[in-house]
């Protein structure tokens, strides 16, 4: 059973910064990609940062303020926010796409969300 757990998210001023993490749990034969998303109240779920192979994707609207990273070693990936916005809010979420066994194909999984609140 695979499950994805992340923290880090609170209530941080207009400017500030935090560090969400997401820790990956269970049978674990490979990680091909991690995702983090948002969705604010009435609004799409949207993907804000993604790694995979070593390579990284930005949504315009968090380039050069967020930073996304993992450690292997740890199953754990981080998506690092600075200069933090109002628009920033919402809950954030964290994707991967894990093959379970040598066996087994590639499967979507999700973590239960953590909250994320800009405001002064």
């Known amino acids: 059973q695979v499950q994805l757990v992340e923290s880090g998210g609170g209530l941080v001023q207009p400017g500030g910064s935090l560090r969400l993490s997401c820790a990956v749990s269970g049978s674990i034969f490979s990680i091909y990609y991690m995702r983090w998303y948002h969705q604010a109240p009435g609004k799409q779920r949207e993907l804000v940062a993604s790694?995979?192979?070593?390579?990284?994707y930005y949504v315009d609207s968090v380039k050069g303020r967020f930073t996304i990273s993992r450690d292997n070693a740890k199953n754990t990936a981080y998506l690092q926010m600075s200069t933090l916005k109002p628009e920033d809010t919402a809950v954030y979420y964290c994707?991967?796409?894990?093959?379970?066994?040598?066996?087994?194909?590639?499967?979507?999984?999700w973590g239960q969300g953590t909250q994320v609140t800009v405001s002064s």
């Open positions: 994707n991967a796409g894990i093959q379970p066994t040598s066996t087994q194909t590639i499967k979507d999984y």
């Open positions: 790694i995979a192979s070593g390579m990284t």
